[in-house]
Each structure stands twice: as C-alpha cells, then as structure tokens.
C-alpha cells in the first residue's frame, strides 16, 4: 500500500496565500506545500520512501529519497503549480533512494507515482530492453512504456493520421521513437489521457497510477484495484489515494471506478471509461482531517479489519500458476533444499505464532514435512537436528520484534538456513534471513494484530503450496483446490464484513460477563488462541482460548452462564468432535457463539454465525468474525482500542 496525489490549480496567487488550509481554500497556487502535506497526511499507507514531480513550464523537477517525508530534502519554495507526490510501502525493490517514487522515463520528462503491484512488469521490461532503467520496481515500466506510446502517436500524427508506428519508424524530422522528446510531442498535440489508456491496457494486477508530464498543466491518472478519489476544488482540483490528502483544501469528491482514466486540470476533472467520457457523481465528504484518515471509521483497527478483503488481493497478486497448480514467490531458498527439509520451525510472538501455528497445520498436512512453531522468546535450536536440512521460518508482522530476531540469529548461528515472512520490507528479519517472502498487507497502524494475521496466513498457504510442490509431496490438482479456495478467500471475508451489524449486536449482548472461552480444534483451535489474544489486548476482559478437546481436562470447572465460549465449527476445525465439547458446555448452561458451515450444530447455538464454505480457509474467515466481536466488546467498554494500554505496535526489547 502506498500513498498518491496530484494537484493542478490555474496559477499562484500570492495575495491568497492565506487560504493554505484551515479556511478551506485551495491553497496560493503552489504545488508543493500541497503536496508535501498531502503526503504527511497519507503517511499512513507507507513511509518508506517518499517523492514528488513538479512542473514548470517545460521543466519537470523531481526530488526523492529513501525515509519518511519530512526526511525528504524539498526546495524551501517552489513556482511549479502542478504536480504529483508518493510515500511509499514497497512490495518490488528496497526502500531505496533509487526506488523511490516518482519514476521517469528515458527523457525525464515523464513522471509517473503508482500504488499497487503490475505483475507482468518482468515481461515489459524485457520488452523495452533499449530503455535505461534506475530502479528496481515494477512502476518504472510505465514511464517508459509512455514515453513508447507518446513517441509512437507524435509519428503517427505527423504521419497524417497513420496507425501501426512502431519505436523504429522515423520520423519527418528523421528522429526515431527512441529520439523523439515529449517536448516534441507537444508539437504533435497528442493527447496524454488516450495514450495512458493505451499503456495501462497492457499492464496486469493492480494499479492506481498519476502522471505528469513536462510542458503540461494537467495530472492524468488511471484506476484499477487500487483506491483513487479526486477532488474538485475553485481554482486547484486534486487527486489521491484516499480523502485525508486533500480534506483540508476539498471535500467535494470523484470516486474512481475501476477501468476508469481521468484528467486533472485547474479546469475541472474529466473522467473517462471503456474510451468515453463518464459522468461520475460528485460527492461531499463531511469527515474531519482525522477521521478521514481512518476512512470515516471511528478507530484505525476497524479499518484495518475492513481491509481485509483488498490486503489478500495484495498477498495473493501475481503469485497463483492457475495452470499448473503452483506458485511463484520470488523466494531464492534452492528447491533442491526444500525438496530434502528434514523440519520446517517457526518461530514468532503473538499474533504471528498463532499464524505459525495455522501454517503447521497446512504443511503438516498439505506439504508432508515435519513442522514446529514455537513462541520465539523460548526457542533454542534443539540438539538432535540436522541444522543443515532445518528451515526456520521467522513470521513478523514488523520484522523488527527482538524476541523473533534472537531466535532466528540463534538458528542461523546453528547452521540452519533461515526464511522472514514480514510486512516490511528492509525491516532487520528481511535483511538478515536467508530470504523474504512478504505478506503485502499494507502498514498496520492499530496495535491489535487484524490484517496483517489474514495476510500471514494466506502467505504461508502458498508457501505451503511452494514447498508440498518441490517436495513431490503435493500433486498440481490437491494444490489447486488450495489455490482455488486461496482465490475464494476475499470474497468469503467480505461476506463476513457484511455481517458486521450482526456482530456489533452479539457483542452489546454479551459485553458484560465474567470470562470468555474461545475453543476449536485444528486449524480452529489456532483461530481460538487468536480471538481470546484479540479479546484480551483491546477490551481488557478475561479470555482463553485453548483446544476445544482440552475443555474436560480442567477448564470446563470455570464454564458457567456468565461465559459466553466461542466456537469454531469449520471444516479444518474437526467440527464433529468440537460439536461434542459445545455440548458439554451448552449443558452447563453457557452461551454459545458459533462460527459455523456445520449444520448439525445449530441446535446447540446460541448465536450462529454462518461461514462460506471454504475448505480449509474456513476458519481463517471465522476469524475475522471473533476480530468483530473483539471490536465491538471492547468498543462498548470504551476502551483506547488503537494503543490498548501496556502494549506497543513492535517490541524491539527481550
Ligand atoms: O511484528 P510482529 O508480528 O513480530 O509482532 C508480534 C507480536 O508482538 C504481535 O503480533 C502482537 O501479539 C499483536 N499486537 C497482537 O495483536
């Protein structure tokens, strides 16, 4: 996830500078003090690295670098009136200056920002191997392929209207493509909005994409699987990822659709679809700076959990061999190693070893290979292994937590070969594991653990696929049931996000009572531990969450009416037997909160909360149910639910 904006107003007025902000006004005409604080506003998608492009006439100016925004080295003051910004959250390339947004072409006249991940950006590098790259991302191939296509329409305007130039036409003047300036190509009059159709026609995966061009008063942009909202103000129009960039300056708004291509002017904003102008509504936002921040939800984790749905998109993205019952993660581990690992160990705190622990399960079961997950603070490596053929698997959602970044130097120190699975890239675990495989969930900002759990798990799903694939252990149709259910898995989560309402209900019904239990076996008992940990950190209550098998051996003393126990009653969750335990406590009288595709359990229900038939994903989309639940208790008691008390985001001490 990453943060964008563009801005054009119709010149600098310096008699209005006061109207920067706070009385609404759209700023004195300058680019960049909007920009730049559009950009701090959006820090919340990424601050990694941060840029803006800035057009003067027929100079095109961009400053970057690797840090947070107010790192970045910016003029004190600059006449450009249009321009585009980025932070950025990597998924292609480290938070490098060089990788930094915005990307530019061979010219420099062409900048480009984007949000999202173009998956054949492999093959259209290879395609403009005559071109000088200077990063490493996939976003660099948009310039390029534009400055392409606006090379390619100057010939064939000049030709008189001819289609079908190619980058080795030459031109009148006896320049070709590769020569021809977009400077020239002012001369041609050829129109940015049609060639930008042009180039994002040829892109795969997801895009949110803002261009501006030396010699050109307009921000044209383009829209796919990534959020992009423009905003119409008097003398200036926006655009950016999300309201928060320009709230302050507009809150009459465009919502971009997917498909859609728009042109940004101090005029007005164009929108067009399928090649014809558009007619979007404009829309007015009431949301304060801060709430538009956490897109009109009242708390970051709220938002975060709503995510959901486009975060797995993320993870997923470009990364399924539909055909052949694969996956392709980019991971340098030699498959010669994967195909003889003695023993898969994780290790990892929180959140993420109850993620460990849902993965064990599927590589245990998917992948035939011996796993275990250990909290990270108690690992040692165990004698008796052969650390030359033990894989450990750190999981960190921060990649920066002390206690998972001991027990992965203690298991290197060993010998053994080591894998981060970690939101973050350059973070310490991605720069000292063997190697990284990202979840791609976009930055976290509520303490409490929500997407970035879904995200862990369905990376190391495909992970699972990876190794059960190069071990010869998993055949291409098990595999793709996997995968398919791996492709189901946004939808099924939003399923359960339109249940929320019912969520909101349960948790009122029962926000009073002396301990929660929160139980499932297999798959279901991971999902357990990981509600009662949600429960606990943000509403302050008593929860436990354990195998529901375990009830009978000692906690079952505990269950009275007052202890609503939460259940998980899904396929990869051995429902049948996790029947029995419900009734066990249904007998004695408590409440019971079923996450259920069982039928033959709802008798026994109190509350049942269906969950889309998934197979062994179910329970993952149970849990964003108990993430609800969590909420909407902890909301009612009031509590700080962004920075629960005690707690911090990352936990770099031991
Ligand atoms: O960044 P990490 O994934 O390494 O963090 C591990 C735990 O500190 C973290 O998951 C914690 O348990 C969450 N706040 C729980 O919601």
């Not at 003695?342 to 590589?363: F, K, M, N, P, W």
């Not at 949600?534 to 098998?549: C, M, N, Q, R, T």
């Amino acid at each position: 996830m990453c943060g964008i904006i563009g801005y054009v107003s119709s010149g600098i007025d310096a008699e209005n500078e006061s109207t920067t902000a706070a009385d609404g006004g759209t700023g004195d005409g300058r680019a960049l003090p909007v920009l730049a604080e559009g950009l701090r506003n959006l820090e919340y998608r990424g601050y990694d690295s941060a840029g803006v492009a800035l057009v003067e006439d027929d100079d095109l100016s961009v400053f970057k670098q690797a840090g947070v925004i107010d790192d970045l080295d910016l003029p004190d003051d600059h006449p450009a009136t249009s321009g585009v910004g980025h932070t950025r959250w990597s998924t292609h390339g480290k938070p490098t200056d060089a990788n930094a947004h915005p990307h530019t072409d061979c010219s420099g006249d062409i900048a480009v920002v984007h949000n999202g991940i173009i998956e054949n950006y492999d093959d259209l590098r290879a395609e403009l191997d005559d071109h000088e790259f200077t990063s490493e991302t996939d976003t660099e191939v948009v310039p390029h392929l534009l400055e392409e296509e606006l090379a390619a329409r100057r010939r064939r305007a000049s030709d008189g209207g001819q289609v079908g130039a190619n980058a080795d036409d030459v031109t009148p003047d006896g320049a070709t493509a590769d020569d021809a300036t977009v400077a020239d190509d002012q001369i041609g009059g050829v129109d940015l909005v049609e060639a930008v159709e042009a180039v994002v026609d040829r892109l795969s995966g997801s895009y949110a994409v803002a261009v501006t061009i030396a010699g050109r008063e307009e921000v044209v942009v383009a829209r796919q699987d990534s959020p992009l909202v423009l905003g119409v103000g008097e003398d200036a129009n926006f655009v950016a990822s999300d309201v928060t960039a320009f709230v302050e300056h507009t809150r009459d708004v465009v919502y971009l659709e997917d498909g859609d291509v728009a042109r940004v002017t101090a005029g007005g904003v164009d929108v067009r679809s399928d090649g014809e102008y558009v007619e979007r509504e404009t829309k007015t936002v009431d949301w304060e700076a801060e709430a538009a921040e956490k897109g009109g939800y009242d708390h970051y984790m709220l938002k975060e959990i709503h995510e959901q749905p486009g975060a797995l998109r993320q993870t997923l993205s470009g990364r399924i061999d539909e055909v052949g019952g694969d996956v392709d993660l980019e991971l340098d581990l030699p498959e010669s190693f994967l195909a003889n690992v003695d023993e898969i160990q994780v290790v990892a705190c929180g959140t993420s070893y109850h993620a460990g622990l849902y993965a064990r399960r599927l590589l245990e079961s998917f992948a035939d290979v011996r796993v275990t997950v250990e909290v990270a603070s108690e690992y040692e490596f165990q004698g008796g292994r052969d650390p030359w053929e033990t894989l450990v698997v750190a999981v960190t959602q921060s990649g920066e937590t002390a206690d998972t970044l001991s027990a992965m130097r203690k298991a290197a120190k060993a010998g053994a070969r080591t894998l981060a699975v970690t939101n973050t890239v350059g973070s310490t675990a991605a720069r000292e594991a063997d190697d990284a495989l990202y979840i791609r969930a976009g930055p976290e900002i509520g303490v409490a653990a929500t997407k970035t759990f879904a995200a862990q798990v369905t990376a190391l799903s495909l992970f699972t696929v990876h190794v059960g694939r190069r071990r010869g252990t998993l055949t291409s149709e098990r595999a793709g049931r996997l995968l398919e259910n791996l492709r189901g898995l946004p939808g099924a989560v939003q399923q359960l996000l339109d249940a929320s309402d019912r969520l909101e209900a349960v948790a009122t019904e029962y926000v009073d009572e002396d301990a929660y239990f929160f139980v499932g076996r297999q798959l279901g008992s991971a999902v357990a531990l990981e509600g009662a940990l949600k429960l606990k950190e943000i509403a302050y209550v008593h929860a436990e969450g354990f195998p529901s098998g375990e009830l009978k051996h000692g906690t079952l003393a505990l269950v009275t009416e007052n202890t609503p126990v939460l259940t998980v009653l899904t396929e990869g969750a051995r429902p049948g037997e996790t029947l029995n335990n419900v009734k066990e406590v249904e007998s004695r009288g408590a409440p019971v909160i079923g996450f259920s595709s069982y039928d033959a359990a709802a008798n026994y229900l109190d509350v049942e909360i269906p969950i889309p038939d998934l197979g062994v994903l179910e329970p993952l989309v149970a849990n964003v149910g108990l993430q609800l639940f969590a909420y909407h208790v902890a909301n009612e008691l009031g509590r700080a639910i962004d920075k629960p008390r005690n707690l911090a985001k990352s936990v770099t001490v031991e």
